[in-house]
């Protein structure tokens, strides 16, 4: 079956850290870039990070730059996002995407994970 | 970035009428980047439309989009129950992509 589930979410204080994970299958995971994209609950989307099928580039909303980092084990089939110094206002549902991007940028984002929730809470 | 509003605000229709949202970005869309979305209560978000036109794999044909420059629509010409959910349009032919807020479409 072709899909992504993400894991990693949870309850973390202001400042804090968190590593989520998303693991695909059912597809050849090195053949397309991957996002996330988060949604606060009852709200909107709004696209966190991308980065290309081999790594090498990547790409953050100015909210979270310099703070999240994305990274990918195409070994593993698995898309990471590390965030660090954490603020109440990243509380959200966190999905990852498969992205129909081309030379390192964002597309349409065709397959989702049903996301893990993020809470930044003291 | 670029701003995408749509509307009209909840829309209630009953199911086998037709439904129209609107998607209006604050700039020009290049190349026909912008995509239209489903999504349910507790799911991720289904890609509908890409391309403005071009429906994904496996939506029925009942779904289509169109416009072009900044005022984009996706028709579902007859609702079906499970067609009542949360539509969002998404640009992509500028970095960042962006979202619209949503259009709910709600039983009447």
């Known amino acids: 079956e072709v899909q992504l589930v993400e894991s990693g979410g949870g309850v973390v204080r202001p400042g804090g850290s968190l590593r989520l994970s998303c693991a695909a299958s059912?597809?050849?995971?090195?053949?397309?870039?991957m996002s996330w994209v988060r949604q606060v609950p009852g709200k909107g989307l709004e696209w966190v990070s991308s980065i290309n099928w081999t790594g090498g580039s990547t790409g953050y909303a100015d909210s979270v730059k310099g703070r999240f980092t994305i990274s990918r084990d195409n070994a593993k089939n698995s898309l990471y996002l590390q965030m660090n110094s954490l603020r109440a206002e990243d509380t959200a549902l966190y999905h990852c995407a498969r992205d129909q991007g081309w030379l390192g940028r964002s597309g349409y984002f065709d397959l989702w994970g049903r996301g893990t929730l993020v809470t930044v809470s003291s | 970035e670029i701003v995408l509003t749509q509307s009209p605000g909840p829309l209630s229709l009953s199911p086998g009428e037709r439904a129209t949202l609107s998607c209006r970005t604050s700039q020009s869309i290049s190349s026909s980047y912008l995509a239209w979305y489903q999504q349910k209560p507790g799911q991720a978000p289904r890609l509908l439309i890409y391309g403005v036109s071009s429906r994904a794999t496996g939506i029925p044909d009942r779904f289509s989009g169109s416009g072009s420059g900044t005022d984009f629509t996706l028709t579902i010409s007859r609702l079906e129950p499970e067609d009542f959910a949360v539509y969002y349009c998404?640009?992509?032919?500028?970095?960042?992509?962006?979202f619209g807020q949503g259009t709910k479409v709600e039983i009447k």
């Open positions: 059912g597809f050849r995971f090195d053949d397309y870039g």
């Open positions: 998404q640009q992509y032919g500028s970095s960042p992509p962006t």
